[in-house]
């Protein structure tokens, strides 16, 4: 075989199983990948030790026959995961050194089902913005190249401040850099308003975030609990269909995990979509919105209607709404979640004058701006006088956003068809550093399924005049993301597997 | 609704992060680019909505009220900035 990290994780799955193929050796060559990639920074940490040990733990169980069903294959981790003994600090400064006791629920279920740690992704602070800039370690780059740059350019400006290489979309953006750099067969992402979606859009590959409560958050580190939910990024839908099954499961140690079976979501790609409803919401067609996207988004219809689904306009009167109610929600909910970081119990500490100056000589450094931006929003939507013109406000608002979802699949909508982002991906430096609000349009089409707590995917389904790949989300109804998955392997296979960039790094 | 100065330092202070008098303008500035961004939910007619408690429905589930995973008290102080004795050290609070 020539490059192991260019195999599907289904592929490799199968390679290993067929014995043409060891863990180890599959291991190594994704962590010689990554040793070359160092430039796009999409892992603030490595652990090859870890790796190469996993791997052959991994190789003892293959030969005995007691292999798991992700048994070998070299995953990424997202900062925010608690992984034990491991860098985890949500790309934070005030988590500095923070290493936990303990191991998140979604990635022991990952170790018990026989994936291997590389190491842990980059990502922005607190998974606060949408281009993964906000991190403490610095941007993370996207493999793919800006229109008429070549290789040589990107890689001179990987060694300066990376300005004028695109952005991966956040805040999952090394988790996306490194599946579309293959430095990974696939990673774990979390989301909150679309930090699955628009990074997996922005690079041409697959995310998805099931319904809130499918996996447990146990071991997160927490931004907004209501909103907040795991997920993986994968280069297929299957892929993300198998890893989904391993992240997903009731788990007692978070109450809003519900106790439900793990469907085998693999057993859905490739099932017929004939007679499925598909809705396409008026409201998504927002003012200004680019040619590609609208063409994009007929093209999706397009495939679904060959392949035998019935496309019916719906409306979702609300999704104007949804975003800046989510900017009160979300800041509200983290400045309540980053109370914590206090400088007593773990991380970082600044010393003051007295206790109340050390706490907020600590935050003011440990935080970067965008969330101490956002502990501040919450604070004042919460503060007294506020909190029911705001946050109340907001959380009814969220009750209608949810209202409008439960009517339409009222009238036997099966799946919602809607554009992943407003755009492809933009340049690093280039967006909100004026206003943060132009940042915050990136989430537009995707924050409405946190809302209401849906599932969402996003499926790579064309390219920008560009070249640079553009993403298509599917709504489902709560806990079917069986359908989800039937219907993107649809627009996977109508639209062609994306081509994903050639190291130039 | 838009904040001042006043508030901004007010808010700085609620949430325990240190600002700067330089840094007031500027986040002022930031602070009401975003509470402009969501005035429109002002218009919104929300009369008999009920507010969002729970995003799916489900069941309050309760457990055992038992010591379940306690590691013992060097682990809880092992990431500490600074400990003794297994006690968290922190700036003298009382005179």
Known sequence: MTDVTRLTLAEAR??????????????????????????????????????????????????????GPLEGLPIGVKDLYAT???????????????????????????????????????????????SNETSYYGPVASPWLPAGRDGAWAREALKGDKKGLLVPGGSSGGSASAVAAHLCLGATASDTGGSIRQPAAFTGTVGIKP??????????????SSLDQAGPIARTVRDCAIMLRSMAGHDAKDATC????????????????????????????????PAEIEKLWADGVAFLKAAGAEIVDISLPHTRTALPAYYIVAPAEASSNLA?????????????????????????????????RRIMIGAYVLSAGYYDAY?????????????????AYAQGVDAILTP???????????????????????????????????????VPAGLSADGLPLGLQLIGRPFDEETLFSVASVIEESAGRVALPQPWW | MSVDQATVRRIAHLARIAVSPEEVPHLQQELNAILSFVEELSEVDVEGVEPMTSVVPMKMVWR???VTDHAGAEVVVANAPTSEDNFFVVPKVVE
């Not at chain 1, 291991?27 to 791997?55: C, D, F, I, S, W």
């Not at chain 1, 755009?423 to 990136?442: H, Q, R, W």
């Open chain 1, 14 to 67: 199968d390679a290993l199983a067929a014995k043409k193929l060891s863990a180890v050796e599959l291991t190594k060559a994704h962590l010689g990948a990554m040793e070359k990639a160092r430039g796009l920074n999409a892992y603030v940490t490595e652990t090859p030790e870890q790796a190469l040990a996993m791997a052959a733990a991994s190789d003892a169980r293959i030969a005995s026959g007691a292999a």
């Open chain 1, 84 to 130: 034990k003994g491991v860098h985890t600090q949500a790309c934070s400064h005030i988590l500095d050194g923070f290493k936990p006791d303990y191991e998140s629920t979604v990635t022991a279920n990952l170790w018990r089902d026989g994936a291997v740690m590389l190491g842990k992704l980059n990502m922005d602070e607190f998974a606060m913005g949408s």
């Open chain 1, 211 to 224: 319904t809130y409560g499918r996996c447990s958050r146990w071991g997160m580190v927490a931004f907004a």
């Open chain 1, 258 to 289: 519900i106790d439900a079976p793990v469907p085998d979501y693999e057993a859905s790609i490739g099932r017929s979509i004939k007679g499925k409803k598909i809705g396409i919401p008026k409201e998504y067609r927002i003012d200004g919105m």
């Open chain 1, 340 to 372: 914590r970081y206090d400088g007593v119990r773990y991380g970082l500490r600044v010393p003051g004058k007295d206790i109340q100056s050390m706490y907020e000589n600590t935050r003011r450094a440990g935080f970067g701006s965008e969330v101490r």
């Open chain 1, 391 to 407: 946050y109340v406000r907001a959380q009814k608002i969220r009750t209608l956003i949810r209202q409008d979802f439960e009517k």
């Open chain 1, 420 to 458: 992943a982002t407003p755009s492809a991906a933009f340049g690093i430096g280039e967006k909100g550093s004026t206003d943060p609000v132009e940042m915050y349009l990136n989430d537009v089409f995707t924050v409405t399924v946190n809302m209401a707590g849906l599932p969402g995917i996003a």
């Open chain 2, 64 to 66: 055992a009220d038992a």
